[in-house]
């Protein structure tokens, strides 16, 4: 079995997002699924901070979170399954899952992070329509 594997090759053929941002919160890749995602091209993308998909409300939180696993070259999120909104590029909120890596250079400093994002936004709605329909037939208005 051959095991070499072309990542690059890999990068740009699956389908969840792969989302590469350094030290400073500039993303140093974006694939062809963050595209189809988020809407912006990999050139409009690049150079970029984060603050291009995350919306407006989240910003705060999410820088906070993002120095401190910089400085402390730790995440608390570890493997989990992160659910949260985005932003599209033509300013709709996007229902994303994703998990989150930490990347490390050769002094094992914190220099990045890596996110493998799923768009979820029809499936939550999905969901988000067949709770209130459960609801409603458990509680029906007289």
């Known amino acids: 079995m ?3 594997v072309d990542l690059h090759q890999l990068i740009e053929c699956v389908g969840d997002a792969v989302i590469v941002a350094n030290a400073n919160e500039k993303i140093i890749l974006w694939n062809p ?43 608390r999120y570890g ?30 400093q914190a220099n990045g992070v890596v996110a493998i994002i799923r768009d979820e936004t029809a499936r939550f709605a999905e969901e988000r329509a067949l709770k209130k329909r459960l609801s409603d037939l458990e509680n029906p208005q007289s």
């Open 2 to 4: 051959n095991t070499n």
């Open 33 to 75: 699924a963050a595209t189809r995602i988020f809407g912006y091209s990999e050139a409009e993308a690049l150079g970029n901070t984060l603050d291009l998909i995350v919306p407006e409300r989240q910003r705060q939180k999410h820088n906070e979170g993002y120095s401190h696993s910089m400085q402390t070259g730790t995440t």
């Open 79 to 108: 493997t989990s399954l992160l659910k949260v909104p985005a932003k599209h590029q033509d300013g709709s909120t996007l229902s994303i899952a994703f998990t989150v890596g930490m990347l490390f250079d050769a002094n094992h």
